[in-house]
Each structure stands twice: as structure tokens, then as C-alpha cells.
């Protein structure tokens, strides 16, 4: 199949020091890119600038044919984003955070049902209406993926979403991986847990 | 729009969780009004001359208060990225902020200080040029405040630094506003005070949304 995401001579910088050095790679639709590397090769600094948050030093990004410089807005509109932290709102339910952030990304408040559907994926429908503030940690990585999940977004981009979870996550996680995966949407996943995906493509970023 | 809205919807409701944050800024710019007249005795005179710059000074003490959780809470919980991430310029989104930021803090701060207004003997008038003064000139500090707040993201001891940004470029919008209260009270008209303080304020919004953008930039990297 064709690629649809291409990263061609990718360079980042992270303060004085470069932590992404030529990198290049390419996706095809319904493939997953598991990224792994010791603590400090540019992991996270690769997601980000995937996700535009930091800019390129040198190298393009292209999808669909087309440099995302182009169009940054398109871009992020199929972009569903989850770094270190949650971007949860403590004091609102899990379910009016998920709405509020659908409703940034999307531009349409997804319904009440949606939102119980996404979070059941999960095990968390019993928390809808539940603060944020009240989960656990785990609890609020689960609600954060039920929010990548419900955003329909074709590429996910997900920083360590293993953090804090339990066995029973990690598998909940591995099956809206497949899915997604079946239904033609990439993942780019930065992880030091191996995920039980036997298709995922593997990419070991050296400390530079 | 629709994502300008739902973000405004979001931080309102945020403060409406949390009225105790609204409380303090308020409370805080009651008692810092009403310290001045205990402690200057009851001299009428004085007190109606000095009432414009006090409260004024209050209110930007009070907002600056304020400003703290405008971004903070944001960059520190991840939500930054998603603004970040959200297809939907951050200018707009930073607009959004500030108008959710003044609806809770300069809104609130206006319609209390005709109250206080009476503890410093200003007549209607001159309470009218206070109230109408606030009205005008604190979307100007919620622009300015949050240009701070966004520019201090990450920084130690972030809040003095901020309150060192934001003062100085409160100073015109705090003297036009004083201004406005001693023009009314002597008989002048208060238009031009009035016209100057829309004036910063349409100043601000045409550029402090895109400084507090690329400010926001700055913090995401």
C-alpha cells in the first residue's frame, strides 16, 4: 500500500542539544509505529513535532501527498493527540472534559451516548459524571484514550499511554489499537512496554 | 466559533466549580478599598479626590490576583496541548481565554465597585465614571494579564514576574480610568476618558491575542 504519512530527514532540536537527527520514515494506512529507545532519545520530542508543538530544524513532514507546513490545520484536524500528562480538567466529569475537548478538535460536541460508548471501551462508564479530580491516576489515562479514541482522527499520536495503567488497560488499549488499525488509521506510539501487536512496525531511536 | 464558544463554556464553568478563586478577588479588592478610608479618617475631601486612583489600583491588584490560574492550570495538566493540537488558530483561542477571564474577574469587579464607591463619599456621577471606566478599561488588563501569565509559563516564581510585566503596561488604562472618576466629580465631561479607555482596550485585542499565541508556542515547545 501506499504511504499516506512520509517523515523524510526529520531534524529536532531540544534546547541546545539535537535529540532527532535525520530521521526518516514512512506509513502506510493501518499501520502502528511502536517507538522505543532509552530515556532521552527523542521520543517524546519526535511526537511533538509531529504534532507541530515544536518545529523542525530541518526535514518535512508529508500527508496525504501533501508537506504539512501547507496546511498545519488540516494536519491537526486528523490528528488525535496524547502526550505525558492527561489534559484533564480535575474539577469537570470525565464525561464534560472528553465533550470539551471533542468540541475543540472536532468543532461539534459529541452526544452523551458517544461519550458512555467511548468510556465503556475503557471500563470507565461508570465515571461520566464522576470530577476527574476523584480518579485515580490510571482512571484518568483511561478517560484521557477514551477521548483519543472518540475523536475519529485517522492518526493518533500517543506519548508512554501505558503509564499508570493496570494489565487489564494495556489490553483494552491493544484492542482500540487493532481496531483502529482495522479501520485504516496509524498510530505513532512512544512506549518501553512491549504492546501485544504482532503487525506494529518497530522503530528504536538511538540516544544521539 | 463553535470552538470559540465551547472554550469560554469550559473555562466559565471551570470558575463556577471553583466560585471560591472569584471570592478572593473580590473580597480582595473590597478590603484593599476599604482600607484606605479607615485608615485616612473620615476627611470627605480627601478621600473623594483620591477615590478614582485607589480603586483602580485595587481592581488591577485584584485581577492580577486572578491571573495565576489563567494558564497555569492549563500547562500544568496537559490541556495546553490540546489548544495546541486543536485545529483552531491560537489566537482565537487566547481571545476566547480573555473573555472568559474578564467575564469572571472584570465584570464582577466593576459591578462591586459602585458599592465601594460610596465608602470613599464619590457622588453619582462620579460612581457612574467608575463603574462605566471599569466597564471599558478592565478588558484591557485581562489582555495584558494574560500576556503576562502566558509569557511566564514555566518560569520560577512566575507570579512576581508576572506582576512585574503587567504593570507597567496597566499604567495608561490606570490613569485614563482614574482620570475618568476625577472628571466626573469636578464637573468635566468624562468622554475623552471614556474614549481613551475603549481606545487601549481595541488596542490590546488587535495585538496582544497574537503575543499571547506565540507566547503559548513558546511554552508548548
Not at chain 1, 28 to 57: D, H, M, Q
Amino acid at each position: 500500500m501506499a504511504p499516506v504519512l512520509r517523515v523524510d530527514a526529520l531534524s529536532c532540536r531540544r534546547g541546545m542539544r539535537r535529540v532527532v537527527e535525520g530521521l526518516s520514515f514512512a506509513l502506510a494506512g493501518g499501520e502502528t509505529l511502536l517507538l522505543s529507545g532509552r530515556n532521552g532519545s527523542g521520543k517524546t520530542t519526535l511526537l511533538r513535532a509531529l504534532a507541530l508543538f515544536v518545529p523542525a530544524e530541518s526535514g518535512t513532514i508529508t500527508w496525504r501527498d501533501r508537506p504539512v507546513s501547507e496546511d498545519p490545520d488540516g494536519w491537526r484536524r486528523d490528528v488525535a493527540w496524547l502526550g505525558h500528562l492527561d489534559g484533564l480538567k480535575g474539577d469537570l466529569a470525565a464525561g464534560e472534559n472528553i465533550a470539551a475537548a471533542i468540541h475543540l478538535q472536532c468543532g461539534v460536541a459529541p452526544s452523551r451516548a458517544a461519550i458512555v460508548e467511548a468510556l465503556e471501551r475503557f471500563g470507565m462508564a461508570a465515571a461520566v459524571d464522576r470530577p476527574v479530580r476523584s480518579l485515580s491516576a490510571g482512571q484518568r489515562r483511561r478517560v484521557a484514550l477514551a477521548r483519543v479514541a472518540l475523536a475519529g482522527a485517522p492518526v493518533w499520536l500517543l506519548d508512554e499511554p501505558l503509564n499508570a495503567l493496570d494489565s487489564a488497560a494495556q489490553a483494552e488499549l491493544t484492542a482500540a489499537l487493532t481496531h483502529h488499525a482495522e479501520a485504516g488509521g496509524l498510530a505513532i506510539v512512544a512506549t518501553h512496554t512491549p504492546l501485544d501487536l504482532p503487525n506494529a512496525r518497530r522503530l528504536e531511536l538511538a540516544a544521539p | 466559533m463553535s470552538r470559540f464558544l465551547a472554550l469560554i463554556a469550559r473555562d466559565l464553568r471551570l470558575v463556577w466549580r471553583r466560585p471560591g478563586d472569584l471570592g478572593m478577588v473580590l473580597a480582595f479588592f473590597a478590603i484593599a478599598c476599604v482600607l484606605f478610608p479607615l485608615g485616612i479618617g473620615p476627611e470627605t475631601n480627601l478621600l473623594q479626590r483620591i477615590a478614582g486612583g485607589v480603586l483602580w489600583c485595587a481592581a488591577l491588584f485584584a485581577a492580577l490576583l486572578s491571573l495565576d490560574r489563567l494558564f497555569l492550570a492549563d500547562f500544568e495538566d496537559g490541556a495546553l496541548d490540546l489548544l495546541l493540537a486543536a485545529p483552531f488558530p491560537l489566537e482565537m483561542a487566547a481571545v476566547a481565554k480573555c473573555v472568559a477571564h474578564w467575564l469572571t474577574t472584570g465584570l464582577p469587579l466593576a459591578l462591586l465597585a459602585p458599592l465601594l464607591g460610596v465608602a470613599f463619599d464619590l457622588d453619582g456621577a462620579g460612581i457612574a465614571a467608575l463603574c462605566l471606566g471599569l466597564l471599558l478599561g478592565t478588558p484591557t488588563l485581562s489582555l495584558i494579564g494574560a500576556l503576562a501569565a502566558a509569557l511566564t509559563l514555566g518560569a520560577r516564581r512566575g507570579g512576581a514576574l508576572m506582576a512585574l510585566l503587567a504593570l507597567p503596561l496597566c499604567v495608561p488604562t490606570l490613569i485614563f480610568g482614574a482620570g475618568a472618576v476625577e472628571a466626573a466629580t469636578t464637573g468635566e465631561g468624562l468622554a475623552t476618558h471614556l474614549g481613551l479607555l475603549a481606545a487601549l482596550a481595541l488596542m490590546a485585542l488587535a495585538t496582544v491575542p497574537w503575543a499571547i499565541a506565540a507566547a503559548l508556542r513558546q511554552a508548548g515547545e
